[in-house]
C-alpha cells in the first residue's frame, strides 16, 4: 500500500510561521546594518505630550510638561533642550515627566519654537527628534476714545496685529470698564448718549465680546447685565476670575434716597445685597473671594462667600492701591491721621500675608496707583510731587520701587499731565498711560463733552508707551524707552 507524502494543512501552516518568522528575525538582526536607526520597525523613545502645544499662554501659564515614552538620561535631555527665543526656567522631573518653570512671564506677541535634538534615553539609545512651536497672546488693550465718532466709545486695539476695533455702538458712551480673563468680554458701565449729552450720568452694566480669540464670538455683541430703574450705580468691579461683580448702588426712590449699598452679582445671577458693607472704596483680591473697603480709619476684608468667617479689619490703613497677581501681597496707603508730626505725608506700605508691614516711600503729595510686576520684586507706582507756590499744584511722576531694598528708581517725570491713568501689561514689559488735554468751562464745553476726574473739559487725549529696561534696577543711568502711540485715547487698560 503506498504511504502518502503529502503534508496535512496545519503542517503546511506551522512550516509557513516558522518560515516568516525566520525573515522577520533576520530583518531584526541585520536592521542596523540595512536601514541604520530609521527603521519603522525599530520604535524610538520619544515625547508623547507637550502641554503646550499649538497653545496660546498667557501670563499666568507659568510652566509646561513634556511626557516621554521611556525614561530618559535627564541630563542629555537637558543639554539639548532649545526655546527660540529664550525663556529661562528651571527644569524638574518625576518619572518619565519632566517640567519646565518659567522665572518670568513669556514676553506677549511672540512665537516660540522648542526642540530636543539628539538627546538620550537610559539605555543609550537616541530618541525621536521633538519639533513644536506655541506662542503668546497678541499684546492687546482697551480704551475710551475721545475724538469725533470715537468720543466715548470702547476701542480695542491690537497692537501685535496693528489693528483698532470699535467694540460699543455710538448710542453708548463709556464710563468704566474691566476685562474678563480669558479676553473674550470686557465688563462696562455705560450712559445713553442722549442722557449724556444733558448732563446724566445714570449708567447701566453692559457686557461685549471682544472677538480678540478669533474662534468665539465676534467683536461687538452687546449684552445688559444690570439696569438702573430702581438703583442708580455708582461703582463697580470685576473680579479677578470673572465669576463675581460687585457694584455700589444708591436708591432712588425718594424715601431710600441716599441709601448706598454695596451688591454682588455672581455668574449673572440677581444681585445680592452685601449687608455688612459700608464705606468708601473698595478692590477685589486676586482670590476673589472677599472685597476690601475703605471704612473710616481703616481697611475691611469683607467675605463675598456665604457660610464664611467674619471680615478682618486694618486699621492702620486707609486706601488699598492694589494686590500683586498671586495674592500674597498688597500696596496700602497709610495717611498718618494718627501722628500729628507726619499729618501732611502719606506713606506707601507692602503688607503681606505673612504679616510683614513695610514702608516703601513717603511723600508729601499723592499716591495715584501702583501696579506689581508679575514676579513680585518691583512695584510701579504714579505719585505727585506738591510744587510750592501760590497755587496749590501737583506734579505726577512715575517710579520702580525694588520691593526687597525698598530702593526708588525715578522712570520718567509728567509736568503737562492730569488724572494720569496707567496700566502694567501681563508680561510685566510695558507701561502704558494717558496724557489729556483739557480746558477750562466755556459755553461750548457745557455738553457733549468727556471730562476728567476733576470735572474738566476733555479735548484731547494722547496714548504714551514706557518700555522699562530689563536691567533698569542694576543700571539707574539707564533710561527707559518711551513711545507716543499713533491713537487718540482715555483710561488705556491692557488685556489679561
Known sequence: MAISHKLKPIDRAAITVIILLSFVLMGLLLSEKVCGTDCWFKAKANVREFSWEGQKISAE??????????????????????????????????????????DNPAPYGTEYKISILGAKETLGSEIKPFQETFRTRDRAFVYIGVNGEEKGRLILYNLTQQEKTILTPPRLVVNRFFSYPDRSKILFGGTSRENWEQ??????????????NKTENPSGKIELILDNKTYQILEFELSPD????????????????????????ENQASPQKLETATGGDFIIPPDSKTVAIAQGQGVALISLEK??????????????????PDGTAAAMVN?????????????????????????????????LSCEFNPTVTHIYCLLTELIEGEQYQEKPYLVSINLETAAVTPLLTLPEYRDVKMSLSPDGLALLFDQIMT????????VKTLRSDSGEAIIGSRLWLLVPTPTLTKDPNQKPQLEELPISGLSPFWLP
Open 61 to 102: 501659564d507659568r510652566g509646561f510638561i513634556l511626557n516621554f515614552s521611556r525614561p530618559m538620561n535627564r541630563e542629555s535631555v537637558e543639554n539639548n533642550l532649545k526655546i527660540e527665543p529664550q525663556l529661562p526656567g528651571k527644569i524638574s522631573w518625576s518619572g518619565k515627566r519632566m517640567a519646565y518653570t518659567l
Open 199 to 212: 448732563g446724566k450720568l445714570d449708567q447701566k452694566l453692559y457686557t461685549v465680546t471682544t472677538g480678540i
Open 242 to 265: 470673572g465669576e463675581k461683580i460687585v457694584v455700589r448702588r444708591g436708591k432712588k426712590e425718594a424715601s431710600g434716597l441716599g441709601e448706598i449699598s454695596l451688591w454682588v452679582i
Open 307 to 324: 457660610d464664611s468667617n467674619p471680615s478682618n479689619f486694618l486699621p492702620q490703613y486707609g486706601q488699598v492701591l492694589t494686590f500683586s
Open 335 to 367: 495717611f498718618n491721621t494718627q501722628d500729628t508730626e507726619k499729618q501732611y505725608i502719606r506713606s506707601l506700605y507692602l503688607v503681606t500675608n505673612r504679616n510683614v508691614e513695610k514702608n516703601l516711600l513717603n511723600t508729601n503729595g499723592s499716591i
Open 439 to 446: 480746558v477750562r468751562e466755556t459755553s461750548e464745553t457745557t
